[in-house]
């Protein structure tokens, strides 16, 4: 079998080749043999190597159910948007004791917003659950530099309450 590659960045690149390696890694742990016979088994440097084609096939594994059980989490989400849509699109009128309520006799029949606004309220929260199963509502990452004339101020800040680097504050 062929060895790892290494990409333009010295990282290990996958393959046809380093794939179906990993996987009879993968076959021959399971078979009992230790990360040393598996190395010496394929012709891999060493066990750390055997242990990190182990390693690969598993986050694989994970990662492939993951993808399989988000993507039938997400039909199951659009079955129940498309529900929540009709009641919203539909008409709804108030009803006592079994009879549709009219302002005047023979009137317009009186509306009914609550199905409509729980139907509102049920839709954003299907979003919100399709928004975190696909991380969309991640955090973001932010960086925050102190630029010299702030670092300058708040040293002559504690330079005026009697601090310095490794010193407590000065008792007065």
Do not use: W
């Amino acid at each position: 079998m062929a060895r790892g590659t290494r990409g333009g960045r010295g990282r290990f690149e996958r393959n046809v080749d380093t794939a179906a390696r990993d996987a009879e890694a993968a076959r021959l742990r399971v078979r009992g043999l230790t990360y040393r016979q598996i190395a010496a088994e394929l012709g891999m440097a060493g066990p750390g190597k055997a242990h990190e084609a182990v390693q690969r096939v598993l986050k694989e594994t994970v990662q492939d159910a993951a993808d399989d059980l988000r993507a039938v989490e997400l039909d199951r989400l659009d079955q129940m948007y498309q529900a929540a849509l009709k009641v919203l699109e539909t008409e709804h009128y108030a009803i006592s004791h079994g009879k549709v309520i009219c302002l005047e006799e023979g009137g317009e029949p009186l509306a009914d917003d609550g199905p409509v606004l729980q139907a509102i309220d049920r839709l954003l929260k299907i979003q919100e659950r399709r928004a975190k199963l696909l991380g969309l509502d991640a955090p973001t990452k932010t960086n925050v530099t102190v630029s010299d004339a702030i670092t300058s101020e708040i040293e002559q800040l504690a330079a005026q309450l009697g601090m310095t680097d490794d010193t407590e504050p000065s008792e007065t």
